[in-house]
């Protein structure tokens, strides 16, 4: 079952930077790219570093402690030294809200 909560307005995004929202004591980062919107756990799979103070890049968002790139699309891995992909969340807009379904 799904469960769609709203994290952010559609305007707090912008390209080329994520923002972190914490809904339910997750900690999620959204990225805005030319794919859309997604979002992804904020934590790096490789230390204590958060994705949304990375620097964006076409789809992928760059570690800012040791450069991995993470897919906002999927969480995968696109370049090491992380090897672990991070969750990622579905995303839907809706009336300029912003929603993540946590359930998921
Ligand atoms: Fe993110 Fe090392 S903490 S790549």
Same mark, same amino acid.
């Given at each position: 079952m799904s469960q769609w909560i709203d994290v952010a307005?559609?305007?707090d995004l912008f390209e080329g930077a994520g923002i972190a929202v914490t809904p339910q004591d997750q900690d999620i980062a959204i990225f805005k790219v030319d794919d859309g919107v997604f979002a992804i756990n904020n934590d790096c799979s490789h230390g204590n570093?958060?994705?949304?103070?990375g620097f964006v890049e076409g789809n992928y968002v760059e570690c800012p402690f040791h450069q991995a790139l993470f897919d *906002?699309?999927? &969480?995968? *891995?696109?370049? &090491?030294?992380?090897?672990e992909p991070v969750k990622s969340w579905p995303v839907k807009i809706e009336a300029g809200r912003v929603y993540i379904d946590l359930a998921s």
């Open positions: 307005a559609e305007a570093a958060k994705l949304c103070e *906002v699309r999927d &969480g995968t *891995v696109g370049c &090491g030294p992380a090897t």
